[in-house]
């Protein structure tokens, strides 16, 4: 069964760092996604991405953040300077063709801890 | 802003048994709604959805019910595997592709 893979799984970075955390989607879906879920809490939206743009966007989506899908098969979110409480798990998703109702597929997420 | 809840952070239940998982959500708005169930280090993976012009959908062991005039879902498992332990997430989306997420509710079913 294609899934969503992501790399890295743990990224170490210090405070005021840039990361990039890389996802690849199932070949064949639409739209992507980015969640994150700090410990021990609720896993929250990011940012949905369809037809090379954002479709939508949560408040936790700020200037410092950013996503791209650099060529047919990558998709990236971009923290340009990283804080303390950035720290999180952050899953990409995605999710088959149209508006109708598609679950999304999740990968099995980067742990990001910033020192 | 939690629109979806989940009050029970836990459940345990016997192997053989129903376990029932609850979500509660604040907006009417919602037309679309999921569970996932999530393993240590591995991302959520989804299990059963509804929409918002159906009351109940059933997959296998896994039944979904909606109440809209409740605003409230309900996950059934029956029977109960020990495989099943995990948490489990309720996730509802309103027309577009924004998803709200519950907090989760860890279910343990006891052999």
């Known amino acids: 069964e294609p899934e969503v893979t992501q790399t890295p799984s743990h990224q170490v970075t210090q405070m005021g760092q840039e990361v990039i955390l890389r996802c690849v989607p199932i070949s064949n879906h639409l739209y992507f996604y980015w969640y994150r879920q700090i410990l021990g809490q609720k896993v929250e939206f990011l940012v949905s991405?369809?037809?090379?743009?954002?479709?939508?966007k949560s408040e936790i989506f700020d200037d410092q953040f950013s996503v791209e899908r650099p060529d047919g098969s990558n998709f990236t979110l971009k923290i340009r300077s990283t804080k303390l409480e950035d720290s999180a798990m952050y899953f990409c998703?995605?999710?088959?063709?149209?508006?109708?109702?598609?679950?999304?597929?999740f990968g099995d997420g980067t742990r990001l801890s910033i020192l | 802003d939690q629109q979806v809840k989940q009050n029970s952070p836990s459940l345990s239940v016997q192997e053989g048994r129903i376990s029932i998982l609850n979500c509660d959500y604040t907006?009417?708005?919602?037309?679309?709604f999921l569970w996932y169930k999530k393993y240590p280090a591995e991302g959520p993976t989804f299990l059963i959805s509804?929409?918002?012009?159906?009351d109940k959908n059933e997959d296998g062991r896994f039944t979904v019910f909606l109440n809209k005039s409740a605003k409230h879902l309900s996950l059934h498992i029956v029977p109960s595997q020990p495989g099943d332990s995990a948490v489990y997430f309720c996730?509802?989306?309103?027309?577009?592709?924004?998803?709200?997420f519950g907090t989760g509710t860890s279910l343990t079913v006891i052999p």
């Open positions: 998703a995605s999710s088959g063709q149209g508006m109708s109702n598609q679950p999304q597929h």
């Open positions: 509804i929409s918002s012009i159906k």
């Open positions: 996730a509802a989306r309103v027309t577009g592709n924004q998803f709200y």
């Open positions: 907006n009417s708005m919602f037309d679309y």
């Open positions: 991405f369809y037809n090379n743009e954002i479709s939508e």
